[in-house]
């Protein structure tokens, strides 16, 4: 698994999106303009050009179907086929999931099932009232806390990573308690979670002023963090016509 992570302030996005947004397929070009603020164009932009280079790295030149579950969950359809099948290649499955806040845009990929989420920590201004969202254990972490807000940051990308992971969105943690099986409690401590007979398992990486954080099913492989640097932005670039997105 790799996760490729672009920070806009470190790259030429403003120029670039003057330079390339009018090459863009009709479709796309709407997806990343329909943002009233300039901000969110640009982030849309960086996804866009982000997620091409990931496809073109994993397939190949050509045309990429994907669609999206119920709850918004991303995925790529087989060739020819208009179902909820994952792509494959070479017989293994293809995922891939994506996060952004702030300046940062970030997109994990690979083999494996997985959630990412990327929080920026200034973001939250009042823990106080989104404390009522997390359970009891999990207050009184952010509690005691020497940096409260910090503390609340790194639990919520905890449970969006894992509710990404899972596909659910966050009602898999509406549905706690129904059934005791069901019972989610991350160990925050040891970075896992028992979920339904599974195990999974959580990585943290630095990002200042944010907080990043990925889940997966496998403890040994901890995904590689790719910082997008102006030469593999150049290679974005380069590689972003030789791939078309047909979103299904």
């Known amino acids: 698994m790799k996760i490729i992570l672009c920070d806009k302030k470190a790259v030429d996005v403003k120029q670039s999106y003057g330079e390339i947004t009018g090459l863009l397929d009709e479709d ?5 303009e329909r943002y009233r603020f300039e901000e969110g164009r640009l982030t849309a932009f960086v996804r866009e050009l982000a997620l091409r280079y990931v496809f073109f790295e994993t397939f190949g030149e050509g045309e990429i179907r994907i669609s999206e579950n119920e709850f918004g969950k991303p995925f790529v359809l087989k060739p020819g086929k208009e179902g ?11 995922e891939f999931n994506i996060s952004h806040a702030g300046d940062l845009v970030c997109i994990i990929y690979g083999q494996e099932r997985a959630g990412i989420d990327v929080e920026k920590d200034s ?10 969202f997390l359970y009891e254990h999990e207050r ?3 509690e005691i806390a020497e940096d409260k807000q910090k503390e609340f940051c790194r639990i919520w990308t ?3 990573a894992l509710c990404k992971e899972e596909g659910l969105g966050l009602s898999l943690f509406e549905r706690e308690g129904e059934d005791k099986e069901e019972l989610i409690r ?6 896992r979670v028992d979920l339904k007979g599974r195990r999974l398992f959580f990585y943290e990486y630095p990002c200042p002023g944010y907080h990043l954080t990925c889940c ?26 030789r791939i078309r ?3 299904i």
């Open 186 to 191: 991350i160990d925050y401590e040891k970075n």
């Open 140 to 142: 009184a972490r952010v």
């Open 216 to 241: 997966l099913g496998k403890k040994d492989k901890r995904p590689e963090l790719i910082w997008t640097d102006m030469q593999m932005w150049e290679e974005m670039k380069n590689v972003f016509s």
């Open 28 to 32: 796309s070009r709407a997806g990343i």
């Open 158 to 160: 905890f449970r969006e």
């Open 245 to 247: 997105i047909s979103r």
């Open 123 to 132: 973001r939250v201004k009042d823990t106080d009232l989104l404390n009522r």
């Open 84 to 94: 909820t099948e994952f792509c494959r290649k070479d017989g293994e499955d293809f």
